[in-house]
């Protein structure tokens, strides 16, 4: 009887389908040009590389940031530019307002130009950027940033702007340029467009006064609490420690809180808790009225923006007070002009920074493109070398079981 088996042949056709199987395999990735076909491939690159590809996206995500920045500050330093032009025209006509050799007719006719630097001077500070939302509002960019109200004015026709108040946000947005490090983005109008340091004077003595109850306020945005026991220099301290650009003191004469600005801005104060600040004669009952006109009706305050310079200058100039216009109103208009190009500094400042932030990136993103390259995408030379010889290897193994399994069907009978 005679005895065959088919079990060389079954060995054979399994080493061919394998063979068969790393050439298919190696073609895929060839036309890919990926190292790695599923994740069971390399495990431990593929880990790396979904965290390479993850961070890269970061970084995208970062660049997008500093250009989006970028292009809110270009706009914001146009306009700002603009406003230095025009405050050195309205400089040009104080002086000249000021001179005495000119007849009130003349001055009133410098009103009017006045006037329309004024105006012109309101679509400054609600100016809107490219996306819609408005430049010096603060982190409330939606709703425009001054309230612009009118009436009537002597000489100067039916309508006329009388008073221009901030109503935007006292915070800025921030937006993250890298892990951890962010940077404010829209600018605060009442900082901006203001010229000189506000004060306050509070309009009680504080001699014997003691916090009678936890009290919490926030000024400019900073959030001070007070607690029970706590005296006024306690409160003196707390406000000149909490990182506002306000410095707090004790009028030697009267006794009285008194508030400065270290930083030419409109003091911001909003209660939350407690009643201190009206005990103290700072604030007014709570409920009557929010920030920034909220001060208590006794209470003496000073400081203006520049768009108050330019009103008063206009009305001067129509009612001929020559000693004001040289005066007063002169230096309030140097310090409003000094406070714009301090605020340029910055914005040029930032810009540099944000030049520096996006050459890391770009470095740090070639850097894990690169990275990522050698752990997921394909050596061309080596795969095609590799494929040659898998196809050799393959084309002998196809000639060599040909020669090895001339099997008939007599093979099998008996």
Known sequence: MRVSSNMPFIDNRFRMESLEYRTNHLQNGISSSRAMEDLRDAPIDAGHAVRLDSFGKRLDRYQ????????????????????????QRLRELSLQGAHGTYTQEETSIMALEVNQLLDEFTSVINAKGGDGHYLFAGDDSSMPPFLIQKGRVPNLGPESITAVKYTGGISRSKLEIMDGRSIDLNLQGNKVFWAESQK???ARDTEGFIVRETNRFFLDGKEIILETGDNIHTLVRKINEAGAAVKASLDPVTGSLNMETTLPHQVWLEPVEGTALVDLGVLREAGNTSPPMNWHPDAMVSGGGIFDQIIALRDALLA??????????????????????RNLGDIGAVSNRLSMASSRLDEEGEAVGNWKSLLADLDMTEAITNMKMLEYTQEASYRIAGRLFQLTLMDYLK
């Open 64 to 87: 997008k940031n500093i250009e989006y920045t970028n292009g809110r500050m270009a706009q914001a330093e146009g306009y700002i530019n603009e406003a230095v032009t025009l405050m």
């Open 200 to 202: 306050i004077f509070g």
């Open 320 to 341: 001929g007070n020559q000693e004001k216009i040289g005066g007063v109103l002169l230096g309030g208009l140097d310090e409003g002009l000094d406070n714009l190009l």
